[in-house]
T-cell receptor, first 115, second 116 residues
Framework: AQSVAQPEDQVNVAEGNPLTVKCTYS??????LFWYVQYPNRGLQFLLK??????LVKGSYGFEAEFNKSQTSFHLKKPSALVSDSALYFC?????????????FGRGTSLIVHP | DAMVIQNPRYQVTQFGKPVTLSCSQT?????MYWYQQKSSQAPKLLFH???????NEADTPDNFQSRRPNTSFCFLDIRSPGLGDAAMYLC???????????????FGPGTRLTVT
């Protein structure tokens, strides 16, 4: 079975500082990895994905994520955080074989950016 | 703009009174999902349709049913809501499941269900 771990319930960062939201995964076969963001009382919004190719993936709103196969990680990063980035972030994994193509979500990490 | 629409955004129902939540999409995606999300937890998949094929998660209670009359619409029926069913219900779509590049999901804004 595939799984995702987001080890931090909450990440606090000052505006203008770099941010990292951690994600590790477990899946048989090749992983397909996703990050979503959820603002209060809204649905999830797709940020970026890794399917194949370059390990550094760039997405919406200046976010990027790095796929690290040896560490089975897909951490979300942004060079300079904004207060408006404060939200709930979900990592998800799918697998075409040895798992399910239906994404499995992590429990989410609350990002709080302080002015 | 192409999107996923959920109605209503807020729904109040009484304990045991059937309720239906609706979802429509203008993306022409093949796959539609229903998720239940409680208080900032991970969304919990209830079921999904791949075109007309219905797929129920093993732990989805029988109290929850779904219908997809056509590509654009999908409904979630809760036959006898209990207090524990109060949650945000999210509808999502994805273009296809035949290629990983199409796995990404597009979510509606959600319907917050209150059970009194």
């Amino acid at each position: 079975a595939q799984s995702v771990a987001q080890p931090e319930d909450q990440v606090n960062v000052a505006e203008g500082n770099p941010l990292t939201v951690k994600c590790t995964y477990s899946v048989s076969g090749n992983p397909y990895l996703f990050w979503y963001v959820q603002y209060p009382n809204r649905g999830l919004q797709f940020l970026l994905k890794y399917i194949t190719g370059d390990n550094l993936v760039k997405g919406s709103y200046g976010f990027e994520a790095e796929f690290n196969k040896s560490q089975t990680s897909f951490h979300l990063k942004k060079p300079s955080a904004l207060v408006s980035d404060s939200a709930l972030y979900f990592c998800a994994v799918s697998a075409a074989s040895g798992g399910s193509y239906i994404p499995t979500f992590g429990r989410g990490t609350s990002l709080i950016v302080h002015p | 703009d192409a999107m996923v629409i959920q109605n209503p955004r807020y729904q109040v129902t009484q304990f045991g009174k059937p309720v239906t939540l609706s979802c429509s999409q203008t993306l022409n995606h093949n796959v539609m999902y229903w998720y239940q999300q409680k208080s900032s937890q991970a969304p919990k998949l209830l079921f999904h349709y791949y075109d007309k094929d219905f797929n129920n998660e093993a732990d989805t209670p029988d109290n929850f049913q779904s219908r997809r009359p056509n590509t654009s619409f999908c409904f979630l029926d809760i036959r006898s809501p209990g207090l524990g069913d109060a949650a945000m219900y999210l509808c999502a779509t994805s273009r296809d499941l035949s290629t990983p590049s199409a796995y990404e999901q597009y979510f509606g804004p959600g319907t917050r269900l209150t059970v009194t």
